[in-house]
């Protein structure tokens, strides 16, 4: 690399100048009347990390995809050093010159083509398309050697598709190594990552900056900011509002800075819990891997408390949802709800029964993305209030709807607007809102936030307790520690298919639960699928 | 029944399997490209009417054998372009494009043949490809009658689809094909046109769909009539899902089918008298289907099929 040895005086944060790898000047762009990004002014040197904090919405997406080609800004320069590390302009609009620059995307949405190999996916494009062979070996040699450079380990000999998501995000950091990029941009890259990978990639970036990479990642997320990168700039509304080192930045001051108000910490309540409301006896769910399978599980759940159930996903966190959510039927056990004893397990049931489903995946399971806000609200019910005679009741559908809206904030158009024009936040509320109403005495809540950003977080949070102050038992399936430990009466652990007891979440801390995660893992350790990381989460952090 | 089975050991026999399969190979040759490029060509059938008659009319016209063979894939090129700018440019529905391109090109072929020969009572003949005498490899034992005595276009069918299964597995434009079909904006991400990679493929795929057509009035029939395609499009479009979308498994398919067909030809001549003639005429079909419920279950197709790529969009 020949920018290491500039760099070496500039690293441990002093301030000594380092080489600039690209500037961004006055960028503005404009969607109809929505201003995303407006004036924004960026500079990113080589060997160190920059954060791009902001909300969803902030404009941060918009601002990455100018920069890599496939938007034209309506106004504004962006630079890029060249070879000699002189400044030259990036000319708007052309991915192929984005590259040619030495500029490597990762998208938050993989571009990855699952059918094929990892070797494949890399390649592709790298050679002149009109060569009668691939040279194959060669490029494989040459993985091989970035792969120790970069500390990251994957096989590129199968298809994208088989691989775990950390790994595919591993081939599209290789993806740009392999064409020798300079600056590297990180769109959300943790979105999709347990704790564990984020971990990884983070060392990853680490060694690449370190040998001379310019590299920007995009978050919401305050915590993998503080623990990730070097400086932050942070964007509302189209606008950067801030930049600050990292090492001095305060978390809350951040936080403000991003929602533009102080976002007030949630506060739980102690609160004696109530009469049991769902009990599991041994209860086991077949499934044809870890993911959709629950090994004998016992767990109580009272009223007015929430128990958390943390892991690491694909652990059968999704055979218990499915469980509860009545699309998976158990092999064994009993299920009781509220005293009585669970004979059949279908949705229609569920519903009957006044559990308030919060499902993992909000456009796959959550909502139909075609349908309006008002036919999502009220879905669950086309049965019961609003039909008459078999034919829907269309002006109560939109006054729940209204209502709705109101009452969670929800922004949109209105109640006739196809849901998946929302944002992830909203369309969560939405989801959230149906889940709650009629005071469901059980609420499955499974990653009820994962993706959103601060101030979404924050108010699914405090309907949640709401729900759990008017006497709801609540039961949340989690990835995210702080959100467990937020939230949680008590805790269990989800490891390889078994459901750990649920202990009071004072008696844990943050060390104890991630032995618990990796514990049990180890004691089955096969080296598969997620080997890997957790022999990372065993390290300590 | 023993005698009908006997016959499928003949050499005459799989060499009429062969000549009957010719039409498909290309056909099949350029539905997998498409496909793979992720464009479904449900022009074929009339592309490859379109290719069936301009070939003829070039050497009806005194283009020579070979003038017509080019003509045809020009047509066919023309009629690609025009359904990929609809499907690939416009990113209109592949398949309300394609039966528009089929029915255009089905009935501007027969419109242009009245045109051409407004008095023609019966469809005026051409000399049309001899069966090749290839020095050595022509007088081969078995090998020889199956594959050298063929006409020329039948071993170009053949040439074509080994060379397109060359092109997706080893080159860096097929591998661009593949992938273009399984996830645009991967390509798009790698700096490369994806409309003009797409573009490209159904372009020449529609060519190779056309020398399909061709083969049928320059090697076949010797003479151009109406409804000679006669589904052979749509055989092809499924032979692709038959095939799993992979070269080598569609020549074989192809293969098959004109096997059947000659077997049937052969049965309904061994027991014309007792089962009506059209029972047979279903044979090849009926035994397509029920090699496509065994062959294709476990296929996938091309992830990004008839899906419309377009810029900016997530």
Known sequence: ?541 | MQASLDLLMTVAFWAAALRIATPLIFGVAGAVLCERAGVLNLGIEGIMTAGAMTGWLAVHLGAGLWGGVLVAALTGAGLGLLLAVLTVKLGLSQHVSGLAVTLLATSASYFGYRLALPAAASPPRIEPFRPLDLPVLSDLPVIGPILFQQTALTLLAIAAILALGLFLGRTPLGLAVRAVGENPAAVEAQGIDVHALRLGAVVAGSALMALGGAFLTLSAFNAFFFEMVAGRGWICIALTVFAGWRPMKALLGAVLFGAFDAFQVRLQQALGGLVPGQVFLMLPYLLSIAALLVGARHASAPKALMRPYIRGER
């Open chain 1, 1 to 541: 690399m020949a920018g290491t040895a500039a760099i070496d005086g500039a690293v441990d944060g002093t301030r000594a100048p380092r080489p600039v790898a690209l500037e961004l000047r006055g960028i503005t762009k404009r969607f109809g009347p929505l201003l995303a990004n407006d004036g924004i002014d960026l500079t990113l040197h080589r060997g160190e990390i920059l954060a791009i904090l902001g909300e969803n919405g902030a404009g941060k997406t918009t601002l990455m995809n100018i920069l890599f080609g496939h938007y034209t800004a309506d106004a504004g320069t962006v630079r890029v050093a060249d070879a000699a590390g002189r400044l030259v302009p990036l000319p708007a609009g052309r991915p192929r010159a984005a590259l040619a620059a030495g500029i490597g995307m990762v998208h938050q949405h993989f571009t990855l083509a699952e059918a094929l190999t990892g070797l494949d996916n890399i390649t592709l494009g790298t050679e002149p398309l009109w060569r009668l062979r691939r040279r194959i070996a060669e490029a494989r040699d040459r993985l091989a050697a970035l792969m120790a450079r970069a500390g990251l380990t994957v096989d590129l000999a199968v298809p994208v598709g088989t691989l775990t998501v950390g790994e595919r995000q591993r081939v599209e950091i290789l993806k740009a190594l392999y064409r020798d990029a300079q600056v590297l941009i990180l769109d959300e890259p943790t979105a999709v990552l347990t704790p564990a990978e984020s971990e990884g990639l983070f060392s990853v970036l680490r060694a690449l900056a370190a040998q001379g990479l310019a590299i920007a990642f995009i978050s919401h997320k305050l915590g993998e900011v503080a623990a990730g990168s070097d400086r932050v700039a942070v964007l509302r509304a189209g606008r950067k509002v801030a930049e600050r080192a990292t090492a001095g930045a305060d978390r809350a001051d951040l936080a403000a800075l991003m929602v533009g108000r102080a976002v007030a910490p949630v506060r739980r309540t102690a609160r004696p819990p109530g009469p049991e409301v769902l009990a599991l006896e041994g209860v086991a769910v077949a499934g044809p891997d870890l993911r959709s399978r629950l090994d004998r599980a016992d767990l109580v759940v009272r009223a007015g408390e929430i128990v958390g159930v943390a892991g690491v996903a694909g652990n059968g966190q999704a055979a218990l949802a499915r469980l509860l959510f009545g699309l998976a039927r158990p092999r064994a056990g009993t299920v009781r709800l509220q005293g009585r004893v669970v004979t059949r397990f279908d949705p229609t049931e569920a519903i009957r029964a006044g559990i308030g489903r919060i499902p993992e995946d909000r456009h796959r399971e959550g909502a139909v993305g075609a349908m309006s806000v008002a036919e999502n609200v009220a879905i669950e019910e086309i049965r019961g209030p609003f039909q008459r005679l078999g034919f829907l009741r269309r002006r109560a559908m939109a006054a729940r709807a209204r209502g709705a809206i109101e009452a969670y904030g929800i922004r949109c158009p209105g109640p006739d607007a196809p849901i998946r024009l929302l944002s992830g936040g909203n369309m969560q509320k939405v989801i959230i809102a149906r889940a709650l109403d009629g005071a469901p005495a059980l609420i499955v809540a499974a990653q009820p936030t994962r993706g959103l950003d601060v101030g979404a977080v924050a108010e699914i949070h405090r309907r949640l307790l709401e729900a759990r102050g008017r006497g709801a038992g609540i039961v949340l399936i989690s990835e995210d520690l702080d959100e467990v430990f937020a939230l949680s009466d008590r805790i269990a652990v989800m490891a390889r298919a078994r459901l750990s007891a649920a202990l009071p979440a004072e008696t844990l801390d943050r060390t104890r639960l991630g032995l618990m995660m990796a514990g049990q893992a180890a004691e089955h350790g096969e080296a598969q699928e997620r080997g890997q990381d957790h022999a990372r989460a065993r390290q300590p952090a």
